[in-house]
C-alpha cells in the first residue's frame, strides 16, 4: 500500500537553526511528525544497519507515536529504543511509569524485544550515582541517532526544569529534582490524581546527551503549551527555558498544533 502523503502545515518558518510547523489539529501534527521521524529512522538504518532512539513519554506524544507504528517502512528489528527520563523510585510496571506508558504505546506494539531495549531502572533509588554511570555507558556504546522528543509547561525538555538544566553539562544522565510547574504537569496530564503523589526527583537524559542526536522529532500540541513555544521561540537561549536549546540544533523540527502555536502566529 502505498504511503499517505503527509499533513500540509498551515505555517512553517525558521528560528536560528530550528524549524517550526505549525497545523491544525494534534492528529495532523501526529502524522506529519511521524513521517520525518520515520525518515530519519530509515535514512540511519539504511547508513549504519540499526538506528538508536530516544523516545519521551508523556500524552503529548500519543498521536505520534500512533503515526509512527502505521507508517509501515521503519524495520522495528534494526531500532534499538531508550528513553529519556523515569521518576526515581518508580515501579517499571506503576501507572505513572515512562517505561509502562513506552511499552504500551510503541514498544510491544512494534515488536521490540527486551533485548533491543535500554530503559533506566528507575526503581533502583538506593545508589543513583551507580545507575546512571551504567547508564551512561549504554549511551555512549549507541550513541543516539533520533530523539523523538517534547517540551514541558514550564520550557523542560525531558526532565530538565529551568533550575536543574545545563546546555553544558559534564554527563548524559542525572538525578534532579522536579521543581513545582514540572510536577503540576504531571497531574494536569492526568498521570497522578494529586501533586502529593508526585515523586519529588528523577533520572533524566541532559541537555548534552538529547542535543547530540543527528535528528529531533519535538512534538507540542495543546493549548498548555503555548507559553512555553512561545519563551522557545522568543526567549534568549539559556537555561530560563531549557527548550531554547533546540535553536541550537541543526537538525530538529519543532511540530505544533494551531493551539499550542497560538502565541507564535
Known sequence: ?????????????????????VFEDRARMGRAAAADAAGAIVE?????????????????????????????????????GFHMDEYLGLAPDHPASFRRYLHEHIFRLAGLPDDRLRLIPGEQADRPLRTCLEYEEKLRAEPPDVVCAGIGENGHIAFNDPPVA?????????????????????VNDGCFAQLDDVPTHAYTLT????LSARAMTVVVPGPRKAD?????????????????????????????DRESARLVL
Open 44 to 80: 540511519r538504518q539504511e547508513a549504519a544497519g540499526v538506528a538508536n532512539v530516544i523516545f519521551a513519554a508523556a500524552p503529548s506524544q500519543d498521536e505520534f507515536l500512533t503515526a509512527l507504528l502505521g507508517q509501515g517502512r521503519v524495520d522495528w528489528s534494526r531500532v534499538v
Open 1 to 21: 500500500m502505498p504511503l499517505l502523503e503527509p499533513p500540509t502545515p498551515i505555517a512553517e518558518w525558521t528560528v536560528d537553526r530550528l524549524r517550526v510547523k
Open 228 to 256: 512555553a513555544v512561545f519563551a522557545t521561540l522568543n526567549g534568549p537561549i539559556a537555561e530560563g527555558c531549557p527548550a531554547t536549546a533546540l535553536r541550537d540544533h541543526a537538525g530538529a523540527t519543532l511540530y505544533l
Open 166 to 186: 545545563d546546555f553544558l553539562d559534564p554527563v548524559l544522565i542525572k538525578v534532579v529534582r522536579l521543581d513545582h510547574a514540572c510536577r503540576a504537569q504531571q
Open 207 to 210: 541537555v548534552p546527551a538529547l
